[in-house]
């Protein structure tokens, strides 16, 4: 119930109330003390345990309040208390102009309006003034909400600092000191700004909202990062950046708040990282980040690292960047340099969508050695019809390549090899070992007309191998003891043809100058004469067709299985025969043939290998 009692001391009244009760219409509000003074022409008023949300709806009724203040309580609605309030008018006669209010406020809760966030359990002290006011805060469990920047609330554990508050007939204008934050992320910064006009305008409220973080996990990131920004960049950001630390990091929004003024806004944020998987496309793979910085600016992603690692490579100068193109669709390109084992190329080529372009002739290879790579990718998010564009540039140092299946051993490789999904294949000062003996490595391609250039699907690339060529290392290279018959060595050009939808194919192309042949007449040779060898075997694994040809009788095709010869056709002047396994045959004209030269030949060099055949 009521209890009052009115004072006079000279020339001052004081009233004193408690549990002073209003009712207007339905709201009912109870002020539990309340003291008024009113002196010769000053009037002050001192209340404890103010309700708000009963004032701000009886605010929100009264016709005698402006039409701006009104609908400011009925959006708002404020809730919480104030449990202190300190009001007095100087002079009654200019009430409008001197007055001044001072107030702790706690728990303090509006909606969101136009934009401008909504709070909970905002506590602190308010000294307002005609013109404007000064706001500290000192609050716990607190949040802000950006409906339209943010799909939840920004919850803290606390919040303080200073807020300045001016107005006047044209707008609201609130800048804040340093706020200081903590809340899940740890301790945040925050320098936050709003601009309310009060007239009609195109820009809306506008905010200036600057929030810095230091020392924070990663996962965090997304609290800060708006739902404004286009949708596949919001999924590649999700996705992109895994667990790590962020040493600091900021977020910025300059500019409207209205929903569809994108163009009136600059959406930025920025991170330093440190110890994070960097997973820029999941159809690649992911690049381990020591330290880098992430900056958003719109619709744009900058990802720059000065420390990374891919496998057991080191990563210098990644660059990760993302940007809407002429279509508005999102583009990623990246690039960088790697340094690191020859067999960490390969991973990338054969664990990429690389496999797809080049398909799977380097599938089983293995490298030991060191590889520089200079790396540049172009990929279309928003399209996966859009063929990705990659340029790799490397730089072979002492190299041991084996060419599997077929075991081909290509030792200390140096040089540079290039790739492109626009021109193919190149090498330069491409060089190596075969058998101990120097390897000069040139790629060549042919294109498929009309076009005549480089298509992944339809070009035929042919890597050559200028060497010398031992017969005894061809002969344990193949495991065929058969071909004893051929001394000496001689220089050769061994091609790896890698065909679209084919195994590789070896080919062996010599003149054979310094190789003799103990053949039979007249296919017999000695090391000082010449003649044209031409060997093609798939390098696949199963059964291999080895085809061998003396220029220009001989035609001859070997089946061979785990290393043996299960049978095999010669041709002399004609196209050799079908291959019968356990057989030999042998088939053509020539001006002499010794029947017992070809059953000694067999017997000396072929016995161990297919005993009591010649057909």
């Known amino acids: 119930s009521l209890h009052a009692q009115l004072k006079r001391y000279e020339e001052q009244w004081t009233l004193f109330a408690s549990d002073l009760e209003i009712e207007d219409n339905g709201i009912a509000m109870t002020l539990p003390r309340l003291q008024l003074e009113r002196g010769r022409n000053e009037l002050r008023l001192r209340a404890a345990d103010v309700p708000l949300e009963p004032i701000g709806t009886l605010l929100a009724r009264q016709a005698t309040v402006p039409e701006t203040l009104r609908a400011a309580c009925a959006a708002l609605r404020p809730r919480g208390e104030i449990p202190l309030l300190h009001a007095r008018i100087g002079d009654m006669d200019r009430p409008s102009s001197d007055w001044e209010a001072q107030m702790r406020f706690a728990d303090l809760a509006v909606d969101s309006w136009h934009g401008a966030p909504g709070v909970t359990a905002l506590s602190g002290y308010a000294s307002i003034l005609p013109r404007g006011a000064s706001v500290v805060l000192d609050s716990r469990s607190t949040s802000l909400d950006f409906p339209d920047i943010y799909r939840l609330p920004l919850r803290f554990d606390e919040l303080h600092g200073s807020l300045g508050v001016e107005w006047d007939s044209d707008a609201v204008r609130l800048d804040s000191g340093l706020l200081t934050a903590r809340g899940e992320e740890g301790t945040t910064k925050v320098l936050f700004g709003l601009d309310i006009p009060l007239q009609a305008s195109d820009f809306g409220i506008e ?36 667990d790590g630390t ?45 330290k880098g910085t992430v900056i ?20 210098e100068r990644l660059s990760v960047e993302t940007r809407l193109n002429a279509s508005d669709q999102m583009t990623l390109d990246v690039s960088g340099g790697v340094h690191g ?116 699907a339809v070009t035929v690339v042919d890597i050559e191998l200028d060497t010398r060529v031992a017969m005894a290392d061809l002969r344990d290279w193949l495991q065929l003891d058969v071909l004893d018959f051929a001394r000496g060595s001689t220089a050769a050009t061994a091609t790896i043809r890698l065909a679209p939808g084919a195994p590789p194919l070896l080919s062996v192309d010599s003149e054979l100058a310094g190789v003799s042949l103990d053949l039979p007449q007249p296919l017999n040779k000695t090391a000082r004469e010449t003649r044209s060898l031409h060997v093609a075997l798939p390098l696949a694994r199963g059964p291999i067709p080895l085809s061998l040809s003396l220029s220009p009788l001989l035609d001859s ?54 005993p009591g055949w010649l057909a």
């Open 207 to 242: 905010m200036d909202l600057l929030v810095g973080l230091q020392d924070s996990h990663a996962r965090h990131r997304g609290k800060y990062i708006p739902y404004v920004l286009d949708p596949t960049l919001q999924a590649w950001l999700a996705d992109s950046i895994g």
């Open 246 to 290: 962020i040493e600091q990091g900021a977020f910025l929004w300059h500019g409207s708040l209205l929903s569809d003024a994108t163009p009136l806004r600059t959406v930025q944020l920025a991170f330093n990282v440190a110890d994070t998987q960097m997973t820029y496309h999941p159809q690649w793979p992911p690049v381990q980040v020591g």
């Open 296 to 315: 958003i600016d719109d619709s744009s992603v900058s990802v720059w690292a000065a420390r990374a690692s891919l496998f057991d490579s080191a990563v």
């Open 341 to 456: 084992p020859a067999s960490d190329g390969f991973r990338v080529l054969n664990e990429s969508p690389l496999a797809e372009i080049v398909g799977q002739a380097f599938s089983g290879w293995t490298a030991e050695g060191q590889l520089d790579t200079e790396l540049a990718i172009h990929m279309n998010l928003d399209d996966s019809a859009v063929p990705p564009r990659v340029d790799v540039a490397t730089h072979w140092r002492d190299v041991d390549l084996l060419v599997m299946p077929g075991n081909l051993p290509v030792q200390s490789v140096n040089g540079e090899f290039a790739y492109s999904t626009t021109r193919g294949f190149t090498s330069r000062g491409l060089t190596g070992k075969l058998w101990d003996e120097t390897v000069a490595v040139e790629i060549r391609q042919r294109h498929g007309a009309p076009e005549n250039r480089y298509d992944p």
């Open 557 to 610: 095709r070997l089946d061979i299985v785990d290393g043996q010869v299960r049978g095999g056709a010669l041709g002399i002047g004609e196209p050799p025969g079908p291959v019968t396994e356990g057989q030999l045959r042998l088939a053509g004209r020539a001006p002499l043939v010794r029947v017992d030269e070809w059953q000694d030949f067999a017997a000396q060099y072929a016995g161990a290998v297919l």
